[in-house]
């Protein structure tokens, strides 16, 4: 069956610029993860989904971050105001329920130059 | 708050040896402890999982992984390397089974 599916694979953007990444879960997953994995680095939570709803974003960084998962499905991670710091690959995890497996997508590798 | 610790940036075994790859944590709760694999150019994969049950834990490709409570430490291990074993694998801890907190990773190599 189909994977999580992250698009774009690439983006490139420059300083400033406004940015949307977007994740497709595994469908019937109730749960949905964003990841940041700066260079030589492991993994980092942003923000986790159940359904609907944020139940935890403590690991956005700062107000130019969003996500959003308006139906429960598709969910769309939100960069304002790009910084060349935000240059990272952004992974999107399901998983059926919290306490499952979290499968992973390839992720989106975003640049900011 | 939890952490954890790879300890090795870089691993390398011939063909056939056994691999270990070391992992400290940190956690104020009984943790949940993972280990993934992730290969060039593919999402991570979960090895296996430590939720409280047995200590030993059994994972995929022949993989295992000790939880030791009294070092704080899960680490991963192999009887016998195959090429096809080399890739970065993180280590990883969760104080449930959602946010997880990822190692900074070990680079496996394999030479023949």
């Known amino acids: 069956g189909a994977g999580v599916s992250q698009t774009p694979s690439n983006k490139v953007t420059e300083k400033g610029k406004y940015v949307e990444l977007r994740c497709d879960p595994i469908s019937g997953h109730t749960a949905l993860y964003w990841y940041r994995q700066s260079l030589g680095q492991g993994p980092e939570f942003l923000i986790y989904?159940?359904?609907?709803?944020?139940?935890?974003d403590s690991g956005l960084p700062n107000d130019r971050f969003f996500a959003v998962r308006p139906e429960g499905s598709v969910s769309t991670l939100k960069i304002q105001r790009t910084e060349r710091g935000d240059s990272a690959v952004y992974l999107c995890?399901?998983?059926?329920?919290?306490?499952?497996?979290?499968?992973f997508g390839p992720g989106t590798r975003l640049t900011v130059l | 708050a939890q952490s954890v610790t790879q300890l090795g940036s870089h691993v390398s075994v011939s063909e056939g040896a056994l691999v270990l790859l070391r992992c400290n944590y940190s956690s104020s709760v009984p943790p949940y402890l993972f280990w993934y694999v992730q290969y060039p150019n593919q999402g991570l994969q979960l090895l296996l999982k430590y939720t409280s049950a047995a200590t030993l834990v059994k994972g995929i490709n022949g993989f295992e992984a000790e939880f030791k409570k009294s070092e704080t430490s899960f680490h991963l291990t192999k009887p016998s390397a195959h090429m096809s074993d080399a890739a970065e694998y993180f280590c990883?801890?969760?104080?449930?089974?959602?946010?997880?907190?990822f190692g900074t990773g070990t680079r496996l190599q394999v030479f023949p």
């Open positions: 995890a399901s998983s059926l329920t919290r306490e499952d497996e979290q499968f």
């Open positions: 990883a801890v969760s104080s449930n089974t959602d946010k997880l907190i």
């Open positions: 989904f159940q359904g609907t709803g944020a139940a935890d």
